[in-house]
């Protein structure tokens, strides 16, 4: 399945099915102190080892979410596309010098 197929609406309707609590009616709302605890160590773990990030989890992106949302529904989904694809961005839009060091990178590409 293509990554990109995968609508705001239907990563919304994953998170109340994870028993997400709360008024989450855009994606840019979602705040993960909302998911069940169980749901929410998971979060915090992926977001940790793929995020470039180093404080905050809350916001996401919809990269990130489409992650979780083939893992919940256990999807055949390009993993690695979407790892790199988030990546690059990450790097070509930021508005200051990111410095990824290497044991995260290798985290990612290796994931």
Known sequence: MEPNSISSTELLNMFYQMGYIGDSSLLSKFRKPNLPPIWNRLFTLLFKSFSECVAGSDSVSKFFCTII???????????????????????????????????????????
């Open 69 to 111: 949302y083939g893992l919940y529904h256990v999807m055949n989904l390009d993993y690695g596309s979407i790892l790199w694809t988030q990546l690059i961005q990450s790097t070509s839009y930021s508005t200051r010098n990111t410095e990824i060091s290497c044991a995260r990178f290798w985290s990612i590409v290796v994931k």
